[in-house]
């Protein structure tokens, strides 16, 4: 069964930037669409933002020009550049993959911002 594991969270300072990844366990991302999630304690999980299967992307207006979601096809990745880090950034961010008989999350990476 396919699954996807995200890595590359961590401490960073305001301001500072992180690169996350979401790596699956075969090809799925051509034709499936991407999700990126965040939950912060005590609040609901949100969406940062998606790629669609044609590779169009859409982000939440709260991380509009500082996240960018990119493909790897060939290393069946799919990351999230985060620049212009905030506190209010921290939360555990995941990633969802889903389509025609696929819906899959993965455990999430906990991305920190503070001082």
């Known amino acids: 069964q396919v699954q996807v594991v995200e890595s590359g969270g961590g401490l960073v300072q305001p301001g500072g930037s992180l690169r996350l990844s979401c790596v699956a366990s075969r090809n799925i991302f051509t034709d499936n669409n991407v999700a990126w999630y965040r939950q912060a304690p005590g609040e609901q999980r949100r969406r940062v933002g998606l790629?669609?299967?044609?590779?169009?992307?859409k982000y939440a207006d709260f991380v509009k020009g500082r996240f960018t979601i990119s493909r790897d096809n060939d290393k069946n990745t799919v990351s999230l550049q985060m620049n212009s880090l905030e506190p209010e950034d921290t939360a555990v961010y995941y990633c969802?993959?889903?389509?025609?008989?696929?819906?899959?999350w993965g455990q999430g990476t906990q991305v920190t911002v503070s001082s």
């Open positions: 969802h993959v889903w389509g025609i008989g696929l819906d899959i």
């Open positions: 790629m669609a299967i044609g590779g169009s992307t």
